[in-house]
């Protein structure tokens, strides 16, 4: 006798609190407990109902499934490819930050950021990247995860980081280019069942 094929079942998609947790689409799945670890890429106009983040992409992974509800957990985001390639036009300098921090409730982050210049000495460039580096590290130290990445996503916080930069050289353009979550899942979510233990302690 043929197998019976097993039916797909489609799980809705679930933002994180901090970003609203909203339903975001489906996605079908053979068992709903084989979606955990799943990675799921979606545009931040979806994400953030905002049109003016359109050159944004979020990076999710599937951290639990209840219900046919798939709960997304933050993993990254990036600009999109053309909307860097739009910003580096000829005669000009771009001046890329690599770096690795870790959050106040101990989530490690690696941040990429990417300043445009009119053409200038390495000498610049070098306190740029210093200067942001500073503002970051100061910035990552007193925020957890998910106030950071809430930062970001504000123009206030990349407006007050290019004047920051304006101070050694006026930039044309600076923009977080790419933001991964370094942490493991497996450990994102023990911290938030102990965050849950703690929040249960005080009430």
């Given amino acids: 006798m043929p197998k019976a094929k097993k039916v797909k079942v489609w799980l809705k998609l679930i933002s994180p609190e901090f970003l609203g947790k909203r339903e975001l689409g489906e996605i079908p799945a053979n068992e709903p407990e084989a979606a955990v670890g799943r990675r799921v890429i979606l545009s931040a106009i979806d994400v953030l109902n905002d049109f003016n983040k359109y ?7 599937i951290g639990r499934v209840d219900n046919q509800n798939a709960y997304l957990y933050f993993d990254g985001l990036e600009c999109t ?4 390639a ?16 870790e959050t106040k409730d101990g989530i490690k982050l690696r941040i990429k950021t990417i300043t445009v210049t009119r053409r200038i000495p390495s000498s610049i460039r070098t306190k740029i990247r210093k200067k942001i580096l500073e503002i970051l590290s100061e910035e990552i130290k007193k925020s957890t995860m998910e106030e950071f990445i809430l930062k970001v996503l504000s123009d206030d916080f990349k407006n007050s980081i290019a004047s920051q930069i304006k101070k ?7 923009e977080f280019r790419k933001i991964e979550v370094k942490t493991p899942l497996e450990v994102l979510l023990k911290k938030e069942k102990e965050k849950q233990k703690e929040e249960v302690k005080t009430q």
């Fill in 86 to 101: 739009r910003m580096i036009r000829r005669r000009v300098d771009r001046t890329d930050l690599i770096v690795d921090l």
């Fill in 55 to 61: 050159y944004l992409k979020f990076h999710f992974k």
């Fill in 168 to 174: 050694i050289y006026p930039p044309r353009n600076f």
């Fill in 81 to 84: 490819r053309d909307y860097i």
